[in-house]
């Protein structure tokens, strides 16, 4: 069975880092895409980053160059670490997993499995 536990999110000022984590069991990184999604009061759900076969990533223009998604198998942990914060980025963010067994995740948007989001706060 799939479980998906994010944790991490905080208040941060404007320019700061966090990491969030996402706990996952029963997810095969050969078979799984996972992703970090987010969704602000009032807006739609955005994907942000996506990772398959630890390697593979893709990220949203909004956040390319200061997220980073990564993996650790042996923990069965992914990770989010976002640097250069800003009060934009402030959102829910969700993890999210899905089955896939195909190597390309970046236009995938349907996700089977979803944690119960960890609150990122940016204030300027």
């Known amino acids: 069975q799939v479980r998906l536990r994010e944790s991490g999110g905080d208040s941060v000022q404007t320019g700061g880092s966090l990491r969030l984590s996402c706990a996952f069991s029963?997810?095969?990184?050969?078979?799984?895409?996972m992703a970090w999604f987010r969704q602000a009061p009032g807006k739609e759900r955005e994907g942000v980053a996506t990772?398959?076969?630890?390697?593979?990533?893709s990220y949203a223009d909004s956040v390319k160059g200061r997220f980073t998604i990564s993996r650790d198998n042996a923990k069965d942990t992914l990770y989010l670490q976002m640097n250069s914060l800003k009060p934009e980025d402030t959102a829910m963010y969700y993890c999210?997993?899905?089955?896939?067994?195909?190597?390309?995740?970046?236009?995938?948007?349907?996700?089977?499995?979803w944690g119960q989001g960890t609150q990122v706060t940016v204030s300027s």
């Open positions: 029963s997810v095969t990184d050969n078979a799984y895409c």
């Open positions: 990772i398959k076969n630890r390697v593979r990533t």
């Open positions: 999210a997993a899905t089955y896939f067994p195909w190597d390309d995740c970046s236009q995938l948007r349907e996700y089977g499995y």
